[in-house]
């Protein structure tokens, strides 16, 4: 058995970078092990930019419903005979597709791709399915407390006007006109927007076809860059109860909109954000699942919304009848975060687990892929990623302490729970 040791250092796969003809830029992680390529074709067009319910969703689904040249059911029959599979991409900044294709058939498919993003049809019947389709499932989703919870969380914190923030219902779906889709399409979907990542096999002929497809022409009308609604209004209330009589759980969302000044900062919160419940091993995990039985899961995310702000949140499930308990013991860990430094062993075990974690990142040219285009949501670039294997290496206790007390305040955190709130 090889001995155990920790990992001292990371080999960041770097990406080539290119510009097409037109100017978009193409990230390239290269790897000729493999016999396919990973297409994914980004825009500045998620949820972010919507000034109105279910646009940026709407328009991405129905990218592949009609072109140009192809009905949807040609458009379906080719991508099936040639092998491709394909997903819709739809982000708070970023959406898009993705494509897995193999490298003989490259060439003949890339001019469907082009076809799907460049010109897109609009077929109205598609988008009236479409919509009936998402009535349904949020009729549904109304039913379960986790959906409610989601719902409610996001228009506390972003609110209710802020595209982020939307608390939708069902009936919303429906009132969505196509044309605001068209709208919405020939601003975001352009040239000026857009950012292409090639991993797996890519060669020269893949990387010529790509410049001949996106590159050669201007294909989009507007040349207006994106711009984001950055002006939050969350709630002025700080705690929000969802009554549902006849549940038997209780969804909790508990968290805040953070603004870090630097990449310490940054770096620091996401370290004690894993500590307090970013992993199994976490505090909520060991107090709330481990300890009191409360939940099979809960856990605590920091996510960068983009380079100015994080979005916070604690999350789980209980029983009605342990839920006011769950929700003392989650700020009971609160309090004890701010009041006490944590322990080496605890840091000692965080800095293994997200090291790890970091090394996984880049298990191969497709999660390497998959780094590019979280950076590209998120707004970063490398050296993101370099500060943050450095920081963990090097921070302690002391450090984690102080970003503690800087940044979680209990009483600027709001709390949503739906369900019924017993015990």
Known sequence: MPPISDIENINIQ????????????????????????????????????????????????ILREGSKSYSGKEIADKLDYFGVFSEN????????????????????????????????????????????NTH???????????????KKYRSAIYGNTHPLGFEVKPEDALKTEIESLQKFAAEHYTQNNCSIILSGNVNSEVISSINKYFGKTCWSKSHKEASINTKFTPSAEKVHIIEKKDAVQ????????????SLEDINGLKVLNTLFGGFFGSRLMMNLREDKGYTYGIGSRLSMINQNYAEFTISTE????????????????????????????????????MMGNMLSMFDG??????????????GFDYSYLESKIEYIKSTDINKLYEIATKFFNPNSLFQVVAGKCLG
């Open 14 to 61: 770097y990406p080539e970078n290119l510009q097409l003809d037109n100017g978009i830029p193409v990230y390239i992680i290269k790897s000729s092990a493999i016999k396919s390529v990973r297409l994914d074709v980004l825009f500045s067009a998620g949820q972010w930019f919507q000034a109105e319910p279910f646009v940026s969703t709407y328009t991405n689904l």
């Open 89 to 132: 991409i739809v982000q708070r900044n970023k959406a898009g597709m993705g494509f897995f294709i193999l490298n003989k058939y490259f060439d003949k498919v890339l001019p469907l791709i082009a076809d799907i993003l460049q010109n897109p049809s609009f077929p109205l019947s598609e988008f009236e399915l479409q919509k009936k």
């Open 136 to 150: 349904q499932k949020l009729l549904v989703g109304e039913e379960k407390v986790a959906f409610l919870a989601v």
């Open 250 to 261: 209780s969804a909790i969302k508990i968290g805040m909109l953070v603004k870090p000044e």
């Open 318 to 353: 209980t029983g009605t009848d342990v839920c006011k308990g769950a929700l003392h013991e989650i700020y009971s860990e609160l309090e004890k975060l701010i009041e006490k430094s944590p322990t080496e062993e605890e840091l000692d075990l965080v800095k293994k687990y």
């Open 365 to 378: 040219p497709f999660m390497s892929a998959n780094v590019i285009r979280a950076l590209l949501e998120s």
